[in-house]
């Protein structure tokens, strides 16, 4: 799927290594959208569950950030599970706010 991705889409990884294994990631792409402009949207911020709380993610998030102000883009957004407190307190101490609610209908089932 992230291979499609790449091809289709302008779609990035950035990740942080340790020797030779990927302990952290995100998985971005610049878009537009009549919601947010022209923006960053983080699809996937992931670290190994035995490198969490080493500050990994917060520094892809700056990543990220900084890749948008460099690009002129009006804001970074992604989309977390309403569940996922963790990852909520994570965006919100990097800077994130709630600015909408984001609904589905999955067809598949």
Known sequence: MISEMMQHEKYSIAGIMDNDKVVA???YRIM???HSGNIIYIDDLCTLESY???GLASQ???????????NNKDAVVLDTNFNNNTAQKLYLNNGFQLTALHLSCDLRK
């Open 25 to 27: 990631f995100a998985g």
């Open 32 to 34: 537009t959208s009549l």
């Open 52 to 54: 969490r709380g080493k």
């Open 60 to 70: 892809l998030l700056k990543h990220v950030k900084a890749i948008a102000i460099s």
